[in-house]
């Protein structure tokens, strides 16, 4: 599981148990026997390949993204990297070692000028974020055909405190007024459902 920490990844480390080997964000965490320490950069992807050379995993779940669209648009070298280097690297790992690559993706991928969008629309992104994402569904169906990508978007209380859902539910409860948008629709799922529907998918094999 990479990116064990993140928003989605907790919700699938609290389906999985103790059936998974955890990416952890904390480059001065030692290693123990379910889990591992790795920030990713361009100089230590390298060493994703002796990490699953180590456990041998059956899937690997990736959930390792730069998602903050503001970021994005400020910075494209770190958000092209981890939304479509890091996806690179482990299709062409799971190739070598015969792992299925689980690739959480988003909706960012299309417009969002209707409010329901289906596999067979035109992806259109809009911004840094959704063009990256794309560029790493791609070069993941190009190297390793068989993996599952997920488009997803999840609402639900964040322990960091800072989703959607953890924005509306402040202020609101401060009785301040929240600014929304008309213009752009998205179809999210709850997060823990998201990450049990794909779990689901994992065990049928689906590509």
């Given at each position: 599981?990479?990116?064990?920490?993140g928003f989605l990844g907790s919700h699938f480390v609290a389906a999985l148990g103790d059936q998974v080997v955890l990416h952890l964000n904390?480059?001065?965490?030692?290693?123990?026997?379910?889990?591992?320490?790795?920030?990713?950069?361009?100089?230590?992807?390298?060493?994703?390949?002796?990490?699953?050379q180590v456990y041998r995993p059956d899937f690997i779940v990736n959930c390792v993204a730069v998602t903050n669209l503001d970021f994005c648009?400020?910075?494209?070298?770190?958000?092209?990297?981890?939304?479509?280097?890091?996806?690179?690297?482990?299709?062409?790992?799971?190739?070598?070692?015969g792992f299925k690559l689980v690739h959480i993706s988003t909706d960012a991928v299309f417009s969002g000028e209707k409010s329901y969008s289906?596999?067979?629309?035109?992806?259109?992104?809009?911004?840094?974020?959704?063009?990256?994402?794309?560029?790493?569904?791609?070069?993941?169906?190009?190297?390793?055909?068989?993996?599952?990508?997920?488009?997803?978007?999840?609402?639900?209380?964040?322990?960091?405190?800072?989703?959607?859902?953890?924005?509306?539910?402040?202020?609101?409860?401060?009785?301040?007024?929240?600014?929304?948008?008309?213009?752009?629709?998205?179809?999210?799922?709850?997060?823990?459902?998201?990450?049990?529907?794909?779990?689901?998918?994992?065990?049928?094999?689906?590509?």
């Amino acid at each position: 599981m990479l990116g064990a920490q993140g928003f989605l990844g907790s919700h699938f480390v609290a389906a999985l148990g103790d059936q998974v080997v955890l990416h952890l964000n904390r480059i001065n965490q030692e290693s123990s026997d379910n889990h591992f320490s790795l920030h990713l950069t361009p100089e230590s992807l390298e060493k994703l390949g002796d990490i699953v050379q180590v456990y041998r995993p059956d899937f690997i779940v990736n959930c390792v993204a730069v998602t903050n669209l503001d970021f994005c648009e400020s910075n494209p070298e770190i958000s092209f990297f981890l939304n479509e280097q890091v996806p690179m690297h482990l299709a062409q790992l799971s190739n070598l070692f015969g792992f299925k690559l689980v690739h959480i993706s988003t909706d960012a991928v299309f417009s969002g000028e209707k409010s329901y969008s289906s596999e067979e629309d035109l992806c259109a992104p809009s911004t840094v974020y959704g063009h990256s994402k794309l560029a790493g569904e791609n070069v993941i169906s190009s190297i390793a055909p068989d993996s599952l990508i997920c488009r997803v978007n999840f609402v639900g209380a964040n322990p960091k405190g800072v989703s959607l859902f953890d924005y509306f539910y402040r202020t609101m409860s401060n009785k301040i007024t929240a600014t929304g948008f008309t213009n752009i629709y998205f179809t999210p799922l709850a997060v823990d459902v998201t990450a049990r529907i794909i779990i689901d998918l994992m065990d049928r094999n689906e590509k």
